[in-house]
């Protein structure tokens, strides 16, 4: 089993930064794929951004703003957001995969205010 653990949200104004940081515990393999999706109210969970060896991928409305990175002996990923708009404004999710197997964290609130 897998556990997720977020932390680092909360509430920041327009411009500013904040860091989340994800840590996955339990039965971890060395090969996963670890990332973050959002959830903003009244719409569906989207990638943001996800990581596996070395490789990062993000979704286009935060490139250049957000960065992913990890720490495999921690087995915790990062999310560095900076120049935060309102529009970033949502639950925030960690994301692990392994052997095709999702697991997800609990969420955390990201409230970016204008």
């Known amino acids: 089993q897998v556990q997720l653990v977020e932390s680092g949200g909360g509430l920041v104004q327009s411009g500013g930064s904040l860091r989340l940081s994800c840590a996955a515990s339990?039965?971890?393999?060395?090969?996963?794929?670890m990332g973050w999706y959002r959830q903003a109210p009244g719409k569906q969970r989207d990638v943001v951004a996800v990581?596996?060896?070395?490789?990062?991928n993000y979704v286009d409305s935060v490139k250049g703003r957000f960065t992913i990175s990890r720490d495999n002996v921690k087995n915790t990923v990062y999310l560095q957001m900076n120049s935060l708009k309102p529009e970033d404004t949502a639950v925030y999710y960690c994301?692990?995969?392994?052997?095709?197997?999702?697991?997800w964290g609990q969420g955390i609130q990201v409230t970016v205010s204008s």
């Open positions: 994301y692990l995969q392994q052997s095709g197997r999702p697991y």
């Open positions: 339990g039965s971890i393999f060395s090969f996963n794929v």
């Open positions: 990581i596996g060896s070395g490789v990062a």
